[in-house]
């Protein structure tokens, strides 16, 4: 008599992930279902800016580096602008400060204080006349007290007037040398920063492979942080299944195992590059009650590069140690 077939499918929809088991002559045929994928890079706005143009087309192969979104940079050059101008006046003041004084200002200096002396030797005398005057009755008190106001004056003048070229002659000091180079790194990489923000603005593909979709319009102001570009990466995709609980500890990462494609009549041989350490729980439409509770572990396997050309959404089934 012949033997029983049984066959039991249960259908693990996990996020699009099923598996099957059967019994055919007591050999146990067991297979994780699930569609190829591709890793997919989102690149978002950095700033809150116009979209000025998008020269590739939705659907078209890009390399890395290419231009996918570029956004108004009339703002950002501006801020540049105004860094680069502040470097120049502080490498100015820097050289300025690392030269020192011309002799042209030391001379000037020097003949300020000539010029307060002789007031001050002038007011002396002019103090000592007033006060033989007034001693002899011949003035007020009031006019000493004048020429005295005059001559403390000119005697202040003249320690200003010294103190200037002494300041002159010693040169700039070494903290305030240090302080104007602090301030010049400190530009220099704010300069750095604003620069790199306008790079920002020009949005490139980060991978090679196919840009899938552009959400936004040129004319449009998009927020930061919005979706621009959608790329789906180059090579070999790799197969997204729902490993059962069953199968779980004989597979782990770099294990190999075997892919069918719909459409490609050979089999693949995969490997996996990641499964998951959290288990699901099979989705409420399962075939029965009692299978509901069963726990599934999404798993991703790595197709070799003989598969670069298939597309992204093919169905393709797993067999299961």
Same mark, same amino acid.
């Given at each position: 008599?012949?033997?029983?077939?049984?066959?039991?499918?249960?259908?693990?929809?996990?996020?699009? %992930?099923?598996?099957?088991?059967?019994?055919?002559?007591?050999?146990?045929?067991?297979?994780?279902?699930?569609?190829?994928?591709?890793?997919?890079?989102?690149?978002?706005?950095?700033?809150?800016?116009?979209?000025?143009?998008?020269?590739?087309?939705?659907?078209?192969?890009?390399?890395? %580096?290419?231009?996918?979104?570029?956004?108004?940079?009339?703002?950002?050059?501006?801020?540049?602008?105004?860094?680069?101008?502040?470097?120049?006046?502080?490498?100015?003041?820097? &050289?300025?400060?690392?030269?020192?004084?011309?002799? &042209?200002?030391?001379?000037? +200096?020097?003949?300020?204080?000539?010029?307060?002396?002789?007031?001050?030797?002038?007011?002396?005398?002019?103090?000592?006349?007033?006060?033989?005057?007034?001693?002899?009755?011949?003035?007020?008190?009031?006019?000493?007290?004048?020429?005295?106001?005059?001559?403390?004056?000119?005697?202040?003048?003249?320690?200003?007037?010294?103190?200037?070229?002494?300041?002159?002659?010693?040169?700039?000091?070494?903290?305030?040398?240090?302080?104007?180079?602090?301030?010049?790194?400190?530009?220099? +990489?704010?300069?750095a920063a604003e620069q790199q923000r306008l790079n920002n603005l020009s949005i490139t593909a980060t991978v090679a492979g196919r840009l899938d979709s552009l959400p936004w319009n040129v004319g449009e102001?998009? +927020?930061?942080?919005?979706?621009?570009?959608?790329?789906? +990466?180059?090579?070999?995709?790799?197969?997204?299944?729902?490993?059962?609980?069953?199968?779980?500890?004989?597979?782990?990462? %770099?294990?190999?195992?075997?892919?069918?494609?719909?459409?490609?009549?050979?089999?693949?041989?995969?490997?996996?590059?990641?499964?998951?350490?959290?288990?699901?729980?099979?989705?409420?439409?399962?075939?029965?009650?009692? &299978?509901?509770?069963?726990?599934?572990?999404?798993?991703?396997?790595?197709?070799?590069?003989?598969?670069?050309?298939?597309?992204?959404?093919?169905?393709?089934?797993?067999?299961?140690?």
């Amino acid at each position: 008599m012949k033997k029983i077939i049984v066959v039991l499918v249960i259908a693990a929809l996990a996020g699009g %992930g099923y598996y099957f088991f059967g019994r055919k002559d007591e050999t146990t045929v067991r297979v994780a279902l699930g569609t190829l994928e591709r890793d997919r890079v989102t690149l978002a706005a950095t700033a809150p800016e116009l979209i000025v143009s998008q020269p590739v087309a939705e659907g078209s192969e890009v390399e890395v %580096g290419t231009l996918l979104v570029q956004l108004d940079t009339t703002l950002q050059q501006t801020s540049l602008r105004k860094i680069e101008a502040d470097i120049a006046q502080q490498q100015a003041n820097l &050289e300025k400060l690392n030269n020192g004084v011309r002799t &042209e200002e030391i001379t000037a +200096a020097a003949a300020r204080v000539d010029t307060a002396r002789s007031q001050l030797l002038e007011s002396e005398r002019d103090y000592e006349r007033t006060r033989s005057i007034v001693d002899r009755k011949l003035a007020a008190q009031a006019t000493l007290e004048t020429a005295e106001t005059r001559r403390d004056g000119n005697m202040s003048r003249l320690r200003d007037t010294e103190a200037q070229l002494a300041l002159l002659r010693a040169g700039s000091r070494n903290e305030d040398i240090a302080q104007a180079e602090a301030q010049l790194v400190a530009t220099r +990489a704010l300069l750095a920063a604003e620069q790199q923000r306008l790079n920002n603005l020009s949005i490139t593909a980060t991978v090679a492979g196919r840009l899938d979709s552009l959400p936004w319009n040129v004319g449009e102001r998009v +927020a930061t942080g919005s979706q621009l570009a959608v790329l789906l +990466a180059g090579g070999a995709p790799y197969a997204r299944v729902y490993i059962p609980e069953t199968s779980r500890a004989a597979i782990s990462t %770099g294990t190999s195992l075997t892919v069918h494609v719909d459409g490609v009549a050979e089999a693949i041989t995969g490997t996996v590059r990641w499964i998951s350490s959290e288990p699901a729980f099979t989705p409420y439409y399962a075939l029965n009650s009692s &299978e509901r509770s069963r726990l599934v572990y999404m798993a991703e396997v790595q197709l070799p590069a003989s598969a670069t050309d298939l597309p992204a959404g093919l169905p393709a089934q797993v067999d299961l140690p």
